[in-house]
Structures are given as structure tokens and as C-alpha cells.
């Protein structure tokens, strides 16, 4: 690989592992200055009482006599001028929840509530606060006040607040507080059904809590696996990595399948070459050169694939019809896996690309500065694209810059007037002026383009207030039966007398990968997935090199198909028409054929003494049958020829891969899987398990089954030369 792709796979691995932390880090959700006031209102009171310790929220010890008596004069001295300080009130309701219990120090965290208002970002801070030290009811206040809050941001399934509960459960679940992470998990869920970390991480904590719970924990796998391939972002990465096991596997049984071949066809092989051109040589050096011409690929460094193909080419007059189609068939899947790798690289790309992280972040509510500034540089560097222009607007529109958001999403509906979502956004900005007619035709023509939620739901908001209630009514239905969960979440944040609000809409993934993708360095990136295990090749050649093969392949078989050594049906002889003196004979060799045929004057002895010899073959045919099947998944049916083998062998091998290599192999090169590795490991084990185990059944059953053929050929010749033997009998008398 060139250096410039060197780099460019160094660089995948940074921006691969920093954006592996999804929700792990910490989100810029508000402005600067507002961020700034209330950690100073925070920090104000904290300072004025040294030695109160918070560093472990989950313990709640009981303070030194000292530390009280000085936090209590502390406190009491800024009752004055902090009692309108929302710190101020938690802070007195921490030390009293530590010092006499949560019943006295409910009414001070309440007043703190109260305090905050429609602070949103010291809601937020105190809502963290109490999910830290598992205080579900105190959180709960905090909560409720901030889900109006982010859906008056457009958020319909407020994935902010979803997402730190989210965070706060895999930290519990670090400290080893299962309940609360189970918990903080189900929170999670009400706000997003599918929300695959909180689907995994509660599968993972239901099988920790108890494993009799299984059926809960593989129902939250499955939910949580459907809901990864359905999402927008995670659904690409996913199926990125399932692409990837299953190239890796198809080549892995194309190896198995050329492995097996040799196997079982290399004697009619070494057969015509010591008929043919090494007659003048020694058995020894036959079978010796045979096997260089074999292996020839791997002694000149080549590597396993190309001896693959290699013994496959040689070997191709030597297999059954059905044989030749299944490897027509991996050899013909290799000319579309730079389509996949490819493919595996632009996913890659956008997850190391920075525009993707903004991207992200405007899409969660982040509304901080120094996200403002990403975009403005983004909008500022492509001035005609679409997505710079409908972030930037969106951003605009949560932090209250309404002019400036609306010319913004006004261009993005120039630029790209497909896109449903823009124009929802600029409908929420004429709905925000108080322009409904405005708004009502922006969503109209939303909705034309993509029904939506968000569009279907902000036209019964539309509605009602125009009061065409017949109306209002048929959009509320149809938001509801578009997404439920999002409409009881509206119905929720709308309560109380609270002002209407508008909903915006997700950008699809496509459009998503559409707008971010450059698509100029993926053949470089495609190569480094690729690895070249076919040394020479690259991958954007490997539709040619597969196509030539098949061609010679089959020109092969074709012409030297009728004139190559089989095997005897019977004893396993490798013949051809050089050593057959019977040329009409092509299913036994000369010694078995005047045996199984029937045919007069054979001594009822020799009979006898073929039939063994074909026993001890058949035998030793079903011990090779039974040991590939228990060793290799799908390997007995391979040895048969069996078609079932490559489904058989292509899941195991998947399984194996997916499950348990490719993560310990090259982490780096895979996006983090939504399922717990506890899980996926067992998923994988039990998988490979089961497959493995009707494979050596299904071997052990066709083993068994040529035994007893073989057994009632043997006593049909024992009773034969019992009959012939008492024939003979008067006759010897006689002479």
C-alpha cells in the first residue's frame, strides 16, 4: 500500500476511536455564557463551604461532627444574599439528606426545583446531580421540566435526555449497581422505544441480574439488533461490520472448499501424473513432485488463496458437476466484494469525518458556540451545500436567531427543494413569526414529499390553532400512527397550558451519507480492508481475475473431463483407460470389476477377498467423513459433496468471525457493536456450537449408513461362498 493510504488507514483508526464513545462524552448542549452563569452559581456556593465532599455521589456518609458544624455556619451565612440561588437549596438538601435523611432534605431539593425556573441548563446540571447519587424522584422533577424545554427544540423523542440516562446507566452498571442501571435503562426507553445501546445494555443487565431472566434479555438482543439496522447512523455501521465477517468468511470457504477437494481427489491427480509425464521417475518422487505441483503457489509465496484457486484450477476434471457449481459460486461472489469493501469505506469515511460528529451534535440539540462555529466554517468553506445550510439554520433557530436561521434554511430549500426535512424546517421558522399560512404550505409540501412525523404533526398544530378541528384531528391521527411514541411525548411536553410547539425532522441516512460523502479516497481505504490475500491483486481487479478463472476453470473440466482417472465405486482404486483392461469399463477398476459384476468363473475366495478390501475402504472413507464434519463445520458434507456445506460452513464461519476474531484481530477496523461483548460472544459460541454439532451428527449418520451397506454386501458374499463351498462338495467326493 502506497504511503497516502497508510495514512489514510492511521487516520480511520483516530476517528474511529474517538467517535466509538457515542454518548460517553460530554455534549455541548447549551451556550457558552449560559453554561458559564450557572456553574458560577454552582461554583459560588461550593467555595463557601471547603471541606464538604462530593466526590462520591453514591455514598452518603455521615459527616464529622466539624465539617457539619462549619457547612451549617457556612450555609447559614449565605442564606441571604444565595436564597435565590438554585445551588444554594441543593446544596443544604445534600448535607441534610447525608446528615438526617432523605424525608428532611426533600423540601430544600424542591425549593432548588423551584428556583431553577426555566433555567435549562441548571436543571440539567442538578438533574445529573440526583441521577448520579440515584435520587429517582428528585431526578424525575428535574426531568419533567427539561422534556418541554428540548421539545419546544424540535427534539420529538428528546434523544439529550435519553442519552444521558443512557450514560448515567453504563456508569452505574460500572459501579456495580445493576438495579440502577435497569433502571436508568427503562428510563431511557420511554423516550425511544429503540434506542439500541439502552436495548443492549438492559439485555446485559437483566442476564447479570438473574440468568433466569434469558427470555427477557434475548427479546432486548433481538429488539436491540433490529432497532441497529433500522437507524440511521448505527444501521451502516452495523451492516459494515456484518459485510465485512462475510467476505472474510465467503474467502475462508472458498479455502475450506479447495482444502476438502484436495483431500479427496488428489490420488486421481497423482494417478495421471504418474501415468503421464512423471512415468520415468520413482513412486517416491511421483507422489513428491505431485505435491509440489500442488502447492506450487504457496512454495513461491503466493499465500493460501492463491493456492486455493490454484488446486481448484488442477483439480476442476476431478469433481462432480454439483462440486463445480459450488465453487463457481464463491469464486463468482468474489467479483462483487469490491462493491462491498468500497462500500465499508465510505462508511468508515463519514464516521472519521468531522462533519459527521457536527452533523450529530446538531441533530441531538447541541446549541454550544463552538458548534455554532464548526458550522458557520463549514457553511463558509462549501457555500453550496445543503446540509451546512440546513444545520446552520437549525442551530440558529434553537439559540433564538430567528432571521438569520430562516435565511439559512430558505437557501437550504433552494439548494435542495427534495428534502422534506428542510422544508419543515422552514415552515418552523414561519410558524415561530407567527405566519401559519406560511408554515401550513411548508409542511404541505413536506409531507408530499415524505410523509413524517414531525410534518403530519406540525400541521395538526397548524390546524388547531386556525381551529379547523376536522383537520387538526386527521393530521394528529396520522402523526400518531407514524410514530406513537413521539406523539405521547408531544401530548406530554404540550400539557399544562404549555404554548404549542413544532416538531423538526431527522435527516435520513442516505441523504445524510449523501451530502458528507466526498467519495474520493474510498478505492484507497477500500484496499487497506481488502489487505490483498490474493498477493498482487487489487481489490477494484478482482471481478477480472475472478471471471478468467471461472473461464479456465470450466475449460478445464470441459476438456479434460472424460479423460482423466476415476475412482472404483468399490474399493477406492484410482484407474484410468491406460491401466483399465476393460476400456468399456468406467466404474470399476480391473480387479473388482469381474467381482461386482457378476460375472462367471470368479472364485467365491476372491469375490470374498474384494469385498473385504472395498470394506476397509469404505471404512476409512467414513472416518475421513466423521473427522472433517466434527472438525471442520459443514466438512463431512464437503467430503460427500454435499450442497449443504456451504450454507453450513459459510454461517459458522461468519458467526466465528463476527462474534469472536474480527474484535480481538482488528479492533480499530470495526465500529463498536450496540450488543454487550458478553452477549454477543455467547451469541456467537452457541451459534458455531449448534452449526458444529449437526455437522458431525449429519457426518456420523452418513458414516453409519455406509457401514451397514458395506456390512450387507460382506454378508452377501460370506453366504455366497458358503453356497458355492457346499455345491462343490459332492463334486470333490466324486472325483
Not at 404540550?494 to 467519495?519: C, F, I, K, Q
Request: hydrophobic letters at 50%; one cysteine or more.
Amino acid at each position: 500500500m502506497s504511503q497516502r493510504g497508510r495514512f489514510l488507514i492511521g487516520l480511520l483508526f483516530v476517528g474511529v476511536g474517538l467517535g466509538s464513545g457515542g454518548i460517553a462524552g460530554a455534549f455541548e448542549i447549551f451556550p457558552d455564557a449560559q453554561v458559564h452563569e450557572a456553574h458560577t452559581l454552582r461554583q459560588r456556593v461550593l467555595d463557601a463551604t471547603p471541606g464538604l465532599d462530593l466526590a462520591r455521589p453514591r455514598t452518603a456518609a455521615a459527616l464529622p461532627a466539624e465539617s457539619l458544624a462549619e457547612a451549617a455556619k457556612s450555609l447559614a451565612a449565605l442564606e441571604g444574599r444565595e436564597a435565590a440561588n438554585p445551588f444554594f437549596h441543593w446544596l443544604r438538601g445534600e448535607i441534610l439528606r447525608r446528615t438526617q435523611g432523605m424525608e428532611v432534605a426533600g423540601a430544600s431539593f424542591e425549593r432548588a426545583a423551584e428556583r431553577a425556573g426555566t433555567k435549562a441548563v441548571i436543571h440539567w446540571i442538578l438533574w445529573q446531580e440526583h441521577l448520579a447519587r440515584g435520587l429517582w424522584r428528585e431526578a424525575e422533577r428535574h426531568e419533567q421540566a427539561l422534556l418541554p424545554l428540548e421539545v419546544r427544540l424540535g427534539l420529538a423523542h428528546a434523544p439529550l435526555i435519553s442519552q444521558t440516562l443512557v450514560r448515567a446507566a453504563e456508569q452505574a452498571a460500572g459501579d456495580g449497581d445493576s438495579e440502577a442501571a435497569a433502571r436508568l435503562y427503562d428510563r431511557a426507553l420511554l423516550y425511544q422505544a429503540g434506542q439500541v445501546e439502552a436495548l443492549a445494555g438492559r439485555a446485559a443487565m437483566r442476564w447479570g441480574l438473574s440468568p433466569g431472566r434469558l427470555f427477557g434479555a434475548a427479546r432486548d438482543v433481538a429488539q436491540s439488533v433490529w432497532a441497529s439496522l433500522g437507524h440511521r447512523i448505527t444501521g451502516g455501521r452495523l451492516m459494515s461490520n456484518l459485510l465485512w465477517s462475510l467476505m472474510s468468511a465467503w474467502l475462508l470457504c472458498l479455502l475450506v472448499a479447495a482444502g476438502v477437494a484436495a483431500l479427496r481427489t488428489h490420488t486421481l491427480f497423482f494417478h495421471d501424473l504418474r501415468e503421464g509425464p512423471f512415468r520415468p521417475f520413482l513412486p517416491a518422487v511421483q507422489r513428491s513432485l505431485g505435491l509440489l505441483v500442488l502447492l506450487a503457489p504457496l512454495m513461491l509465496g503466493l499465500g493460501l488463496a492463491w493456492t486455493a484457486l490454484g488446486m481448484l484450477l488442477l483439480l476442476a476434471p476431478y469433481l462432480t458437476p454439483r462440486e463445480r457449481t459450488v465453487v463457481s459460486v464463491l469464486v463468482a461472489g468474489l467479483a462483487i466484494v469490491p462493491i462491498g469493501y468500497r462500500w465499508i469505506a465510505a462508511q468508515h469515511i463519514l464516521a472519521a469525518s468531522p462533519r459527521m460528529a457536527t452533523s450529530l451534535a446538531a441533530e441531538r440539540g447541541e446549541t454550544g458556540d463552538g458548534l455554532l462555529a464548526s458550522l458557520e466554517a463549514w457553511r463558509t468553506e462549501n457555500p453550496k451545500s445543503g446540509l451546512a445550510a440546513y444545520y446552520l439554520g437549525l442551530l440558529q433557530k434553537r439559540r433564538g436567531e430567528l432571521a438569520a436561521a430562516e435565511a439559512n434554511l430558505a437557501e437550504a430549500v433552494k439548494l435542495r427543494p427534495g428534502w422534506s426535512f428542510a422544508h419543515t424546517g422552514l415552515g418552523n421558522l414561519h410558524f415561530l413569526a407567527g405566519r401559519l399560512k406560511e408554515a401550513e404550505a411548508s409542511y404541505q409540501r413536506a409531507a408530499s414529499i415524505h410523509p413524517a412525523f414531525a410534518s403530519a404533526a406540525n400541521l395538526g398544530t397548524v390546524y388547531t390553532l386556525q381551529m379547523q378541528l376536522d383537520k387538526s384531528s386527521e393530521w394528529m391521527t396520522r402523526s400518531a400512527r407514524l410514530d406513537i411514541q413521539a406523539a405521547a411525548l408531544l401530548a406530554r411536553a404540550g400539557s399544562s397550558g404549555r404554548p404549542a410547539v413544532v416538531m423538526d425532522e431527522p435527516v435520513p441516512g442516505t441523504v445524510l451519507a449523501a451530502g458528507l460523502y466526498e467519495g474520493d479516497e474510498d478505492d484507497v481505504v477500500a484496499e487497506g480492508f481488502w489487505g490483498r490475500p490474493l498477493r498482487g491483486v487489487r481489490v477494484r481487479w478482482l471481478a477480472g481475475v475472478a471471471l478468467v478463472f471461472l473461464v479456465a476453470f470450466w475449460t478445464h473440466a470441459r476438456l479434460r473431463g472424460g479423460r482423466v482417472a476415476t475412482r472404483c465405486q468399490e474399493c477406492g482404486t484410482p484407474f484410468c483407460v491406460h491401466c483399465q483392461s476393460d476400456f468399456r469399463e468406467r466404474a470399476y477398476c480391473s480387479p473388482c470389476a469381474p467381482v461386482f459384476r457378476d460375472r462367471e468363473g470368479v472364485p467365491a475366495m476372491v469375490k470374498l477377498a474384494r469385498q473385504r478390501e472395498a470394506d476397509g475402504w469404505s471404512r476409512q472413507e467414513a472416518r475421513r467423513t466423521v473427522w472433517l464434519g466434527t472438525l471442520i463445520p459443514g466438512g463431512g458434507w464437503w467430503y460427500r459433496g454435499g450442497v449443504l456445506a456451504l450454507p453450513v460452513c459459510l454461517v459458522s464461519l461468519w458467526a466465528l468471525l463476527e462474534g469472536l476474531l474480527l474484535d480481538a484481530v482488528a479492533p480499530n477496523l470495526r465500529f463498536p457493536s450496540p450488543l454487550p461483548s458478553a452477549l454477543r460472544w455467547t451469541g456467537a459460541a452457541a451459534a458455531v456450537l449448534i452449526l458444529q454439532s449437526l455437522s458431525a451428527w449429519r457426518s456420523r449418520v452418513v458414516a453409519a449408513a455406509a457401514r451397514e451397506d458395506r456390512k450387507r454386501a460382506l454378508r452377501g458374499a460370506w453366504s455366497g461362498a458358503g453356497r458355492e463351498g457346499e455345491e462343490s462338495e459332492p463334486l470333490r467326493m466324486r472325483e
